[in-house]
Every structure is written in C-alpha cells, then in structure tokens.
C-alpha cells in the first residue's frame, strides 16, 4: 500500500510502502509488549513461609470437629495460600520479522486515518514550551487529540514534554503500543454516569461520564461537542478510587475510574440521556 504524505515545512512529498493493517499481528506485538513491562512481583505466602506454631491445633479424635493440624492451612484466616502467584518474569521471545512488521503495520494504521504527519523542522531554538506551542497552534494542533511526537532532536523533545497531550519520544523509542494507543475522541467517553445526583437534578445541564484514564479536560469537552452536538461550558476530572469488596474470606478491590461532569451552556441538554435518569 503506497502512501504519500506532504512534508510540513517543505515542498517534497515522501511515498512509503506500507503493509495492510492486520489486527492479529499487532495484537501479538502489543500482547508482547505489555508481557515485558509486567513486573511480575506478585507474591503470596506458602504454609512453609507463614508464621506460625506448628504444633497441632487440637487433638485428632474426641472434639467432634474435623480433623486438622497446622493453624497455617490455607482454609484458615490469616493463614496461607494455596497455588498463590509468586515472582517470575512473564517476558517471552517474540520474531524480530514480526516486531518489525507490527511497527509498519501500526504506522500504516495512522497513515490511513490521515493522523501521521511528517516535519521538516520544528522551528525550536531554545528548548522552551511556549516555541513548540506556537508551532504547534500555527499548523492546527491544539491540544484536542493526543499527540506522539517522535524526533531526535533533544531541543524539541524537551520543548513538548510539558504538554499533557504531547507523549514525546527519541526515535528508537518508536513502539507500536505509544505509535497505535494515543487516544482519539470518539473513545473517550466510556460510558455515562445515570443518576439523578450525578447529573445535578431534572433541571440541570450537568452531565457525568466515565472516560478513558489518559484523557484530558479537553478531549472530554471535544468528545462530547462533537458526539452530542452541544456546547460544553466547564469540564471537572476527578479520579474514583475503586471500593473494596469481599466475598466470605477473599477480599479484593474494584478498578478505579475516571469522572468527568460536563457543565452545557445555559438552556442546553443532551436529549439522548434525559430519559435515562
């Protein structure tokens, strides 16, 4: 698949060779990835690394209740875990062909959603933000969509590190988990919030959405202007610990989340959600 792209900055035009996009292959590259980055430090203790008596619990016959030895069997409180996880490296070997296949393909991916842009020169002299700003702004990138700029110059690196919506990266550093995971607005909004106290009663324009973890206060008012067709006056962000749960014995915790309540401008509501509440 041949593709041209128009160089900012200059006149040329480059023509790349791209591969057809396959879900299969970048899914192994970035299942790969993902299985590298795994720390692999979770941890439980067995019945010989819990501390204890080991001395029997009660006598073995003439109680009535069933027959046990050790206080650190796995069936009781505080005691230990059967088959637990224990520390090991979830890394594994996957073809060079392949990773490098799964990059061409993730490029490829951008190129055709018209999301890859190529540069001549950013324009950076100093290293400071308010240079890349002003660059960005002038060739129309404000802020709205994540950006993942790649480029060996440490000046322009350092310049756009600042900017939440900028992930900044050397060119070895090209993955096609950061080239294929920025966010685009219409995966933002996860789900909304029905309740009558998430939405501020019958006659507010307030409006509560779970959202993607990476988005911004931006991307969750673009999401939501271009998904709903509204005004949005105000965005606040807040992150939701999860809440602990038990079942019997084994207790556990649920994923956190992230908030958003969107604020329309005055008279507006979104008519998709008010017979939700």
Known sequence: MAVTIDVIGSERKVVLDLPEVKEAV??????????KRRRGTAATKTRAEVTGSTAKIYPQKGTGRARHGSRKAPIFVGGSKAFGPQPRDY??????RVRRLGLEMAIAARAHEE??????????????????VSWAKSH??????????????ELV????????WVTALPSRG???????????????LLRPVLSEKAVGGIDSSRYAFFVHPDASRTQV????????NVD?????????????????KYAGRTAARKKALVTLAAGQRIQQLDGLT
Not at 91 to 96: D, R, S, V
Not at 115 to 132: N, S
Not at 221 to 228: I, L, N, Q, Y
């Open 140 to 153: 129309g990138f404000d802020g709205k969509e994540r950006v993942l700029l790649v480029t060996d110059d």
């Open 221 to 228: 008012k673009d999401a939501v202007e271009r998904v709903f």
């Open 26 to 35: 970048l899914h192994e590259v970035v299942a790969w990835q993902l299985s």
């Open 91 to 96: 890394a594994y070997t996957l073809p060079k």
């Open 232 to 248: 949005v006056l105000k965005v606040n962000v807040q992150n939701v610990r999860g809440k602990t749960k038990r079942l019997g």
């Open 157 to 164: 690196r350092r310049a756009a590190r600042n900017l939440p």
């Open 174 to 188: 090209l993955n096609v988990y950061d080239g294929g995971g920025s966010v685009s607005p219409h995966d933002v």
């Open 115 to 132: 999301k890859l842009t190529l540069v001549e020169a950013f324009g950076v002299q100093e290293g400071r933000t308010k240079e890349f």
